[in-house]
């Protein structure tokens, strides 16, 4: 699971927040998979949104405008 950004923990609390009583281990590795590449994409289209405004910092607002898409 070394490849990945998010941590095998954080999945795991995520959740148990949403109410699961016990995480497997595919279980949270399947969420990262997921997560990453929906973040990604938005990342992605952030970028495109800071580019179109001629800038080179992306801004909460960017990320904000790509997460709606």
Known sequence: MGKYILS???MEKLL???GAPRV???AK???IKVLEEHALKI???ALR????AKRKTVTAADVR???RQ
């Open 49 to 52: 949104f800071t580019q179109h």
């Open 43 to 45: 990342g992605q289209n």
């Open 16 to 18: 148990k927040k949403a």
């Open 65 to 67: 405008e790509a997460a």
């Open 24 to 26: 497997g281990e595919d």
């Open 29 to 31: 590795e399947e969420l």
């Open 8 to 10: 095998a923990a954080a």
